[in-house]
């Protein structure tokens, strides 16, 4: 999953509508990227 393909998926993410799979990319782009992880913070 490119990181743009994680940034579209951020906010299903945050409203814990991604499949397990989606997440767990997901969850391994967020420890490795600053700016996606505050984007995702903000939704909480």
Not at 3 to 31: C, F, K, M, N, P
């Amino acid at each position: 999953m490119t990181h743009d393909d994680v940034a579209a998926l951020l906010g299903a993410y945050a409203l814990d509508s991604t499949s397990e799979e989606e997440r767990e990319e997901i969850e391994a782009h967020l420890a490795t990227c600053p700016p996606c992880r505050a984007e995702a913070a903000a939704y909480s």
